[in-house]
């Protein structure tokens, strides 16, 4: 069963508590369904977990605590919220470490209670979503398996791509490096109607500029010292299919008057021969760069630009679907478990908070290169992320120029880091986590200057 965006399943045994809470939860919008004990709700829940559960600690026969067991062995990603007196939060802690999402003592102010409920919900709607993926990445492929995303710009760009897709428009991709240009590329091949045709693909980046002509255009039989045998172009090899020009700002100037010119009359001449070959094929290109600009600066032939620029896709960076970042790790985990045989790992909550404030300079390729370190890696979970978003600040050389003791003070800043992030700020879950008395972390805290409100 699909879970409701606000449902919440609350258990206590303390009437006057339960009816409050569920009260206030009811006019904050979430949908609540309350019970006296925990053997009760856990008939109910052992048919359908479609929601979160908040549950006090201390309850007769069964407490909170073999409740959590019971409702991770039905569903290992059920968010479990407990209600704790003063003197249980070690035991909240122990709960944590068992799973629990989070712990909330007793009294609490009710704006505490929603931002808890509220985020626990935000996450088991996520792992809904990732359900939902991978149900969908089981059935026929279809173009929400290939360009994944539940943001509005990933939304609209899908849409673009089928608007398109069964047309032999030129199509210029634009996007930063890593977000997915040749995957848009791809949809476009593989959704249009040239999908029975050949998919070419060429890198104007990679090719020598001596080598570009007969890449393209190809080349007889002697037309120039190495050419021991005719070769086919690749505008020819295309034929009937799509013939994809990545990173086209790349391309010599010298080349793209050829380029625009076998464009325009449909047709190419081999290096060393006079005869024209005609070719049939739907041009992709992509780029990088703002070749408007480029053209500005004489980079890039004006009229070749517009030659190519007939329908213009703009991928978005990571930046700008950010909502999208925690599906597409789950997703490259997924299958990054599947390649190397390995078992698949749920991204901690902490973990989340990383990701959401990483900067992405790679883009998607970077998300995927981080989702398969985290799956391969040997550490324990919850140091894993942290340990690869840190990696490129330890490479050899700063090792060789750091001292032990520098070293030990990043390490030590790194934990209290991941701390603070598990804790949501919470100075005392830190102090029990850590096993650090208050002073002594306030001084640590200090000393690295890390500020507990940047964590709620």
């Not at 255009?217 to 020009?245: C, K, N, P």
């Not at 780029?287 to 703009?314: M, P, Q, T, W």
Request: net charge negative.
């Amino acid at each position: 069963m699909t879970p409701e965006a606000n449902k919440v399943y609350l258990i206590d045994d303390d009437t006057e508590m339960r009816e409050a809470t569920a009260q206030w939860l009811d006019l904050s919008g979430f949908v609540v369904q309350s019970f006296a004990d925990a053997a009760s709700a856990l008939d109910h829940l052992n048919e359908c977990v479609d929601g979160i559960v908040i549950s006090d600690l201390r309850m007769p026969k069964m407490d909170g605590m073999a409740l959590l067991g019971h409702l991770k062995e039905l569903d290992g990603d059920v968010p479990v919220v407990l209600l704790t007196a003063h003197g249980d939060v070690q035991m909240a802690v122990d709960a944590m470490r068992r799973g629990a999402y989070d712990f909330i003592e007793k009294p609490f102010e009710p704006e505490r209670l929603l931002d808890v409920v509220q985020r626990a919900c935000d996450k088991y709607r996520l792992v809904s979503e990732n359900r939902d993926l991978r149900r969908r990445l089981a059935e026929p492929v279809g173009l929400e398996q290939r360009l994944i995303g539940n943001s509005a710009v990933i939304r609209r760009l899908r849409d673009e791509i089928l608007d398109v897709a069964d047309t032999d428009a030129s199509v210029l991709i634009q996007g930063e490096t890593g977000t997915g240009k040749e995957v848009v590329a791809r949809c476009l091949y593989e959704f249009g109607a040239r999908k029975q045709g050949k998919y070419v693909a060429v890198n104007c980046g990679a090719i020598p500029e001596n080598m570009f002509e007969s890449e393209l255009f190809g080349h007889e039989r002697g037309a120039f010292t190495g050419a021991d045998r005719r070769r086919i172009g690749r505008f020819e090899y295309a034929q009937g299919g799509v013939l994809f020009l990545d990173e086209i700002g790349s391309m010599p100037l010298s080349l793209q008057v050829k380029v625009l010119r076998a464009l325009q009359e449909r047709e190419v001449v081999r290096i060393g021969s006079n005869a024209p070959q005609p070719f049939d094929v739907r041009l992709i290109c992509a780029s990088n760069r703002d070749l408007l600009s480029a053209c500005a600066a004489g980079k890039f032939r004006e009229d070749l630009y517009y030659r190519i620029n007939v329908v213009n896709l703009r991928v978005p960076s990571l930046r700008q679907r950010t909502e999208d970042i925690l599906l597409l790790f789950d997703y490259f985990a997924v299958q990054a478990a599947a390649a190397y045989n390995r078992p698949e790992v749920s991204l901690q909550d902490a973990d989340a908070g990383l990701l959401m404030s990483h900067d992405w300079p790679g883009n998607v390729r970077e998300l995927k290169n981080i989702a398969e370190r985290y799956v391969l890696s040997s550490l324990p979970q919850y140091q894993r992320l942290a340990s690869i978003l840190r990696q490129p600040e330890l490479k050899d050389s700063t090792l060789q120029r750091s001292s032990l003791q520098d070293l030990m003070k990043d390490h030590e800043r790194l934990l209290l880091e991941q701390a603070l992030l598990r804790c949501q700020g919470d100075v005392q879950a830190v102090m029990d986590v850590l096993d650090l008395p208050r002073r002594t972390l306030n001084e640590k805290m200090t000393r690295h200057q890390l500020d507990r409100k940047k964590y709620v």
